[in-house]
């Protein structure tokens, strides 16, 4: 078989069923290959679109997303994405085409050090350059994406080799060599003691979830632990993703509900799993290594006491120490839950809707739509949240609670402007692939986002599940004016403006997609909600172009 002919079979072993790709001529080969197997080729509009849809893909399913690009300018439009998947530890394959072996190095056309841009934003990435190395290296490749703390990986691969034959023993007697991983000594049953010392000694717990959680699949044992102890959960951004029994305090950090944020300042032991302390969560990192006794537990060595120095640092996956957090909580169960009712108590005076400002003096704001979305689906279930970045990401953040896990998509790391509408277009697939329990995608952004992607319109029609995009249409860069100081009229509308902004539904009408307007008028009574629910009630793709006027 050729190079090409033996990537197509690698996917198929590798139980991969999509992949996200735009066609040039370094990987033509490849592509005609792809569209005589079994497996589904999503033509994306830009090759930024395939590496978000990807790593929506993955997000969605826990499972590696795959995207392609040929060589140069192709690749170079995959970095976005890439870096987005890296940050927030996203599985990705990402396979690019490159010149003949013979020219590497020669500045031919449409030839980029793909991989030399990559190293710092992928978990390890090749230049495969014979038939020879080829095997190995996707091997390899998938090994890595898919083990410790996920990621993307990028294969870089010359013409000449998806074109040329592979010798049968190249295949048959390949040698993948598994990633040595550094020996941790530090597991969760040697520190089981500390463990119970810390809670048992606690007044004021916290337990603060980040999307490590989500990447194990242990949100079920985060509500188990709560239940056994009363013990308050918060998330991160990362976080959200997790089931809605484990979001009552909702997401901590500066754009946090203030439940959760009084609970992260005044306890007095933080159980933190399977995040890492990024400055969107914590403001001071000193100040909260000195005032509180930290647990830590993840994955990634190098993250603990990074950021925040830990009183207890677990390198292990969430579940796992989950499933101890839970044991050694049950054996204070009685004597602990009336301390820690209490505790709950002390929180609930400080709790307040977990949605931002509502709306003043007749003007429709996101807070007005994230509130209708989450009557809407607090009765339907089976939703699956993606968001671009900005405004209406925390608005959602804030508003929205999955009922699935992985319900909840987003750029955390990163914070991706345009993110949204691709990753709804990857986020669908996977769950017709993986069967998810998701009946449609709900996916929100601003006016600034949309107009960075809205190529990817294309693609959304396509999409297995039905995609409302909800677009928040403010003629403003929101959170750019606000976190520039530019908070007065004249500010905003000589460096933050849109005011040139298109018609949104002529665009999404020209793709064939149907709209819907809410507005100021829509905000009295039920309008809004009956409005909404028209929408979102049918089986179709929508674009709802919401007049807000948060500003």
Sequence with gaps: MTGSEYIIHFLKSSGVKTVFAYPGANVLALYDDIAKSDIRAVLTRHEQGAAHAAAGYAKASGQMGVCIAT?????????????DAYLDSAPMLVITGQVDSG??????????????????????????????????????????????????VLVDITHNVLISELDTEEYENSQVRIPRVRENNDTVS?????????LEHSYRPLILVGGGVISSGASGLVGKLARISEIPIATTLMGRGVSAECQNLGMAGIFGTAAANEALNQCDLLIAVGMRFSDRTIVDFGLCSRSRTIIHCDIDSAEISKNVTADIGIVSDAAEFLEAMCEIASKFAASKRSVYRRWREQ????????????????????????????????KSGGIIYVTDVGDSQMAAARGLVPMLERGFITSGGLGVMGFA????????????????????????????????TMQELAGMK????????????????????????GNSVTAISEQYSLDDNPD???IASAYGIKTYTVCDSDISGSTIDEKISDALDSNEHAVIVCQTRDL
């Design 190 to 198: 040697a520190r089981y003691r500390e463990l119970e010392i810390a």
């Design 462 to 485: 396509k999409s297995p599940l039905p995609i409302k995009l909800f677009i928040f249409d403010n003629f403003a860069l929101g959170m750019v004016a606000r976190i520039s100081g």
């Design 504 to 506: 949104f539904r002529m």
């Design 71 to 83: 060589s140069g300018p192709g690749a170079t439009n995959l970095v976005t994405g890439i870096a």
């Design 103 to 152: 020219v590497v190095g020669r500045d031919a056309f449409q030839e980029a050090d793909i991989m030399g841009m990559t190293i710092p934003i992928t978990k390890h990435n090749y230049l495969v350059k014979t038939t020879k190395e080829l095997t190995a290296a996707l091997g390899e490749a998938y090994i890595i994406a898919n083990t410790g703390r996920k990621g993307p």
């Design 347 to 378: 929180i609930d005076i400080a709790r307040e809707s977990a949605h931002i400002r509502p709306s003043v003096y007749g003007a429709l704001t996101s807070t007005d739509v994230i509130n209708a979305i989450r009557r809407y689906s607090d």
């Design 421 to 452: 509408l691709p990753a709804s277009v990857g986020s669908a697939y996977a769950a017709e692939d993986f069967n998810l329990g998701a009946s449609k995608i709900i996916a929100v952004c601003g006016d600034g986002g949309f107009q960075m």
